[in-house]
């Protein structure tokens, strides 16, 4: 199966290097404990990692056009947004950490790479010369 790999930057409000680190070593823990890569996010979308740079970096694994467009949607109509708080959220509650709701200042899916991903399920035609 051939998949293509979303990058995302998750930048949260009031955040701070501790809970992000939180957040990350949860999720790692918690889908390495099941068995699984990731998280279904909807369909033909998982989450598979979250990491580190500036901001939580969130990486999407869509399956097919489909789930390129699913991911798309979700992130154009703001509803990626509630998906990851929710997610974030209880994973911190796993971590005991006092304050568990989290939320989401800003989240950013490069224009470029959207484009490198819609190129991947739709490559430009070959010409003949």
């Known amino acids: 199966m051939l998949v293509v790999i979303a990058d995302m930057s998750v930048f949260l409000d ?6 992000e680190s ?7 823990a918690l889908f390495a404990s099941l068995g699984r890569m990731g ?9 598979i ?3 580190r740079r500036s901001s939580i970096v969130a990486l999407f694994i869509c399956e097919n ?9 979700l992130y154009a109509l703001g509803k990626l947004h509630p998906i990851l708080e929710e997610l974030f959220s209880s994973l911190l509650a796993t971590a005991e950490v006092p304050q568990t709701t989290v939320h989401i200042k800003k989240l950013v899916w490069e224009l470029s790479d959207y484009c490198r ?10 010409r003949e010369f």
């Open 14 to 19: 009031e955040s701070n290097e501790r809970q």
């Open 39 to 47: 998280k279904s996010i909807a369909e033909g979308v998982r989450l």
């Open 117 to 126: 991903c819609s190129l991947f399920f739709n490559p430009l035609p070959k």
């Open 65 to 73: 056009r489909t789930g390129l467009t699913n991911l798309a949607n």
């Open 49 to 51: 990692f979250l990491g």
């Open 22 to 28: 939180d957040i990350i070593t949860n999720f790692k």
